[in-house]
């Protein structure tokens, strides 16, 4: 079973940073995609960011772009979300999400998640 642990939540000031960690481990054959969702008490989850791991192309939510930085340690199956200049309303709980393949003999992926972080921004 593919487990991602995630790290890093916590309470962090308006305008300081904070970078959360998410460890893949586990049976798979690939990540393919790993990303940070949040929900916030009474949203609904929503993409914060997303990063491929052929050509590491990232994907932004528009309120987080210029903000927050996602990246990936291929080697250590570890993807991070560097939040820079965070806002009150990034207030929610964070998940890690892992796109996986599983098996090299098929192209099926399965979706994996984290149990999610808190992170809490003080203004």
């Known amino acids: 079973q593919v487990q991602l642990v995630e790290s890093g939540g916590g309470l962090v000031q308006a305008g300081g940073s904070l970078r959360l960690s998410c460890a893949a481990s586990?049976?798979?054959?690939?990540?393919?995609?790993m990303g940070w969702y949040r929900q916030a008490p009474g949203g609904q989850r929503e993409l914060v960011a997303s990063i491929t791991t052929i050509g590491f192309n990232t994907e932004y939510a528009d309120s987080v772009k210029g903000r927050f930085v996602i990246s990936r340690d291929i080697h250590k199956n570890t993807v991070y979300l560097q939040m820079n200049n965070p806002r009150p309303e990034d207030t929610a709980v964070y998940y890690c999400?892992?796109?996986?393949?599983?098996?090299?003999?098929?192209?099926?992926?399965?979706?994996?998640w984290g149990q999610g972080t808190q992170v809490t921004v003080s203004s």
């Open positions: 586990g049976p798979f054959f690939s990540l393919n995609v």
């Open positions: 999400n892992a796109v996986v393949r599983l098996r090299s003999d098929t192209y099926q992926e399965e979706t994996f």
